[in-house]
């Protein structure tokens, strides 16, 4: 992470004080000059290398032709540090996770694809009971972390999910992609013309729910699609 600012790192001392905040993933205590994860958890999440990102854009999103790029900083693993962190974000209101998130997510953006001409950011919304059952969007978070690095606008009132769909988990690529069809609608198509937009999820596994996103704001008019997320999956 990016150094913090001698204020923020002054104002953590004292509240750690009064208030000590832990590590989203390991749980111990954090120290004045750590945010959200703890230093050895962070360093412990697998990067996704250059060759991974390639392999894996080639896989979900090539044929498709909906997403012109994908990035993702890191590689989800089971029972790791990252599972651990976007659990606390899904299921432990700890929404300062996907803050925290998103803005890795955003300085990776800035380095390795400062090609990108990004007008819009949207986070992948959720269906409205599964939102209620939630309390909130996860993906609303990292997005919203994007949108503050980046001086961006991010909206979650565009794109509306109007099919409640069951777990994808066990579901392969082509039953998954059946099952999301249709699950997005556009609310307001003028926002959305002519724009370059990134789309954000919390994990990218088959890439297709972000693709079924991206193919009907293609059709209402955006220019390209781009879409990360924090980590990829299997
Ligand atoms: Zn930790």
Known sequence: MSSL?????FINSVLDLILPRFCCACKIKLSSDEDTMCKSCLSNIQKASKERLKR??????L???IISDF???FVFEKDKELQLAIHSLKYENKFPVGIFLGKILANKIKTDRSDWNIDLIIPIPLHQLKKAERG??????IARGIGKILNITFSHRIVKRIKYTESQTTMTLNERAENISGAFRIRNKNSVKGKNILLVDDVITTGATISECGKILLEAGAKNIYAVSAAIAD
């Open 71 to 73: 990035f993702s900083p």
């Open 63 to 65: 044929n498709n032709n």
């Open 136 to 141: 909130y969007n996860q993906s609303f978070y």
């Open 5 to 9: 600012g001698e204020t923020k790192l």
């Open 56 to 61: 894996e854009f080639d896989r979900k999103f």
